[in-house]
């Protein structure tokens, strides 16, 4: 059964360092996409960043990037330049297979940003 | 851009009490997702719809009920609110297809609370 793991129950940052989130994930399909999502405290689930199993590069969008192990089957997201904006819950994600399917998700970091 | 809206943001019900939460996806999105997140937890997928048909179904409660419309709008139906149904329910859409990375895109989420 797949299942996500994240270590991490909480993070702190100084504001304008990077971060790194960790993510490690246990599937048997050869064929799976990666997310992640940031939950700020008002709620909303917001998309930041995909990695497709079968894609060479990391992926990157703006200050995200993830650092794809896919032998170590790893997700860890990074953060850039961390804005007091960031502080949320992050929470890493799998899907099984290419179509359409349902997300399983790790137990969220919650990351900080301290001024 | 168009997101996903969902409806009510807010539900106050009483245990016993049923209660209808209603998403519309994002335009030309073909598969709907309905999460539950408990109080400190991580959402957990109840069901999915791709065009208009169920297409999987997590543990949802028999008191739970779903269907996707023409319109391809959905509704989650849920009878005899207990208590433990206090949670924020997401719900998600996609496109689904080799082409497409099938990301999900959340709604803000509908808070229940059954007293």
């Known amino acids: 059964a797949q299942k996500i793991t994240q270590t991490q129950p909480g993070m702190f940052v100084q504001e304008k360092e990077a971060v790194t989130l960790d993510c490690t994930y246990d599937t048997s399909d050869q064929s799976y996409g990666l997310f992640w999502y940031k939950q700020p405290s008002s709620g909303e689930m917001i998309f930041l960043i995909y990695q497709g199993s079968y894609d060479e590069q990391n992926a990157t969008e703006g200050r995200y990037s993830l650092n794809f192990q896919k032998a170590r089957k790893s997700a860890n997201l990074v953060i850039s330049a961390s804005q007091l904006g960031d502080s949320a819950m992050y929470f890493c994600?799998?899907?099984?297979?290419?179509?359409?399917?349902?997300?399983?998700f790790g137990q969220g970091t919650e990351l900080s940003v301290k001024p | 851009a168009a997101g996903v809206i969902q409806s009510p943001r807010h539900l106050i019900k009483e245990k016993r009490e049923t209660a209808t939460l209603k998403c519309y996806p994002i335009?030309?999105?073909?598969?709907v997702y309905w999460y539950q997140q408990g109080p400190g937890q991580d959402p957990q997928f109840l069901i999915s719809f791709y065009e208009k048909m169920q297409s999987d179904k997590g543990s949802i409660p028999d008191r739970f009920s779903a269907q996707q419309f023409s319109d391809y709008h959905s509704e989650l139906n849920m009878s005899s609110l207990e208590l433990g149904d206090s949670a924020l329910y997401f719900c998600?859409?996609?496109?689904?297809?080799?082409?497409?990375?099938?990301?999900?895109?959340f709604g803000a989420g509908t808070r229940l609370s059954v007293l």
């Open positions: 998600a859409s996609s496109l689904v297809g080799h082409l497409h990375k099938n990301i999900q895109y």
């Open positions: 994600a799998m899907r099984e297979g290419v179509q359409g399917g349902k997300l399983i």
């Open positions: 335009p030309r999105h073909d598969t």
